[in-house]
């Protein structure tokens, strides 16, 4: 059972555009949704995180939309550069589940000049 | 390099082997855990460690997978009888105490099983 939802699988936007990329979750027990950012032969890394108690978060370029009742969150990237191009997954866990992650299954971005 | 160190990046094994992958976490880190990540999809959860405790084993852990970090150290990962559908790479993350706090994940190691 997927419990994390991903959308777009793919995306392509030009430099400087704002690409968006969306999820939802089903188990409201979920408490911590964090954002990863992959590159091909590496591992994920932590882009940005936030707690269901706050409806955004800005980190950069980077931001988080979170919408508790609808159940899903949204990652924003602001000034998109072609460094950016990666595979960015979204993720959620329980705070009293030992920190274990549920990743969304991923989108794969590339900036275009 | 202080970050979460995974040894083999690559391995090519025949179906029927077994074979060993070893992670190293950051040094302080108390939380190991390990993941499967196949081509195209997330990251998958398959147990994790605190300390020397093995806390949680994920359904997908069949009884052919079997996990330790026996000084709360590194782990090792064992895969017996390998079979083409464990191929995948295999993510080590570390974490300092529980709650809320950062993950950090090395650069996998890359099973391939023919």
């Known amino acids: 059972q997927q419990q994390v939802k991903q959308s777009p699988q793919s995306l392509i936007v030009q430099k400087g555009g704002i690409p968006i990329i969306n999820c939802a979750y089903e188990?409201?027990?979920?408490?911590?949704f964090p954002w990863y950012q992959q590159f091909p032969g590496k591992g994920p890394a932590l882009l940005i995180a936030i707690r269901p108690d706050v409806s955004e978060k800005k980190e950069g370029r980077f931001t988080i939309s979170f919408n508790k009742s609808a159940k899903q969150f949204s990652l924003h990237i602001m000034d998109s550069q072609p460094g950016d191009s990666a595979t960015y997954f979204c993720a959620a866990s329980i705070e009293g589940g030992g920190n274990k992650l549920t990743f969304g299954t991923g989108t794969q971005l590339k900036v275009e000049l | 390099d202080t970050g979460v160190s995974q040894n083999p990046r690559h391995k090519i094994t025949k179906r029927g082997q077994n074979v060993t992958f070893r992670c190293d976490p950051i040094?302080?880190?108390?939380?190991l855990y390990w993941y499967r990540q196949t081509l195209g999809q997330g990251p998958e959860f398959l147990t994790y460690f605190q300390n020397e405790a093995q806390l949680e084993k994920s359904r997908l852990l069949s009884d052919r997978f079997s996990a330790e970090r026996p000084k709360g150290s590194f782990s090792t990962l064992e895969i017996q009888r390998t079979e083409q559908g464990d191929s995948a790479m295999y993510l080590c993350?570390?974490?300092?105490?529980?709650?809320?706090?950062?993950?950090?994940f090395g650069q996998g190691t890359r099973l391939t099983v023919v």
């Open positions: 040094s302080e880190h108390n939380r």
């Open positions: 188990n409201t027990a979920f408490d911590y």
């Open positions: 993350a570390s974490s300092l105490g529980g709650g809320f706090t950062e993950a950090f």
